[in-house]
């Protein structure tokens, strides 16, 4: 079981909207929580990222990873896909993060096996607050497996 308060937490966010990754490091930076945040920016690199390819040979495994659905090269659908069919990937939470709220989305997030779905506001502090509640909620509530780097 993860220890979070003694290791770092490795949060992988995917998303290509510079002031939503700017607003979510500014979210985690002043947490108690020891977090790094990975960032990439599409889904062809967060792929890459997963499985150690290319640049990313060194990746650390998230313990959570933060999908926007919207996402240049390949979409954020294609991607949880990927991930929830790969054994190694699949045990890795996996939030949405996004500004999409159609009830189709929804439903298809769920049906390839999203951890949950949030919808971005639109409001900075709000924005703020949410993330501050995601990491609380899977650090501090959650007890997630321990895994093999």
């Not at 993860?2 to 510079?18: A, F, G, H, M, Q």
């Not at 045990?91 to 439903?107: C, M």
């Not at 709000?126 to 501050?132: E, G, H, L, N, P």
């Amino acid at each position: 079981m993860k220890t979070c308060n003694s290791k770092l937490i490795e949060i992988l966010l995917v998303e290509d909207n510079p002031g939503d990754v700017i607003l979510t490091e500014e979210a985690l930076r002043d947490d108690k929580l020891k977090v790094t945040l990975n960032v990439v920016n599409d889904g062809e690199e967060a792929m890459d990222f997963l499985n150690r390819r290319g640049a990313h040979t060194n990746a650390p495994r998230p313990d959570l990873i933060l999908l926007d659905l919207n996402l240049p090269k390949k979409d954020g659908r294609e991607v949880l896909a990927e991930i929830k069919n790969d054994p190694l990937l699949k045990s890795i939470p996996v939030v949405i993060l996004t500004t999409y709220q159609a009830e189709e989305d929804i439903l298809k997030a769920y049906a390839l096996n999203a951890n949950c779905y949030v919808q971005k506001p639109i409001d900075l502090d709000q924005f703020i607050k949410v993330v501050k509640n995601i990491e609380s909620f899977w650090f501090t509530v959650v007890k997630l497996p321990e895994h093999n780097p």
